[in-house]
């Protein structure tokens, strides 16, 4: 299994004002590559400004550097509730804006864990993680 051995300040731009501040590295694409990441999240930089839905940002930042809850945990990824409400409200925007491209394959909400399930997950509600 994957080691997690640090969690570390976000220093993402659109995950400024997220009361998740801590984030680890990898990512579930195995993604560790700061500068790689940022350049995957700018893609979005439309979509962001397009303010099609509050918690865009909150779903950007968990999906690309995930929230690290505590030592115990691995790291948190969004609720798959959070990431539907996203969608629901941003898919037609993100069409529009990217000449008709589907809803990115890295933000299907299937990949992320059901608030009711087992498996931990983060809302926006959640406050900062001590």
């Known amino acids: 299994p994957l080691r997690y051995a640090y969690c570390e300040q976000n220093t993402f731009s659109a995950c400024a004002n997220l009361s998740l501040q801590i984030r680890t590295l990898p990512n579930m694409f195995l993604q560790s590559d700061e500068r790689i990441i940022q350049l995957e999240m700018n893609q979005y930089e439309a979509l962001l400004q397009s303010r099609c839905h509050d918690n865009l940002a909150f779903l950007l930042c968990g999906v690309f550097a995930p929230f690290c809850p505590n030592d115990q945990q691995p790291f948190v990824l969004p609720c798959r509730e959070t990431c539907e409400e996203v969608e629901m ?3 037609e925007e993100f069409q529009r804006l990217y000449r008709g491209l589907p809803w990115p394959a890295k933000l299907q909400c299937h ?7 087992q498996q931990a997950c983060a809302t926006p509600n959640d406050a900062a993680i001590a």
């Open 111 to 117: 990949r992320y864990p059901s608030g009711s399930s």
């Open 89 to 91: 409200a941003c898919a």
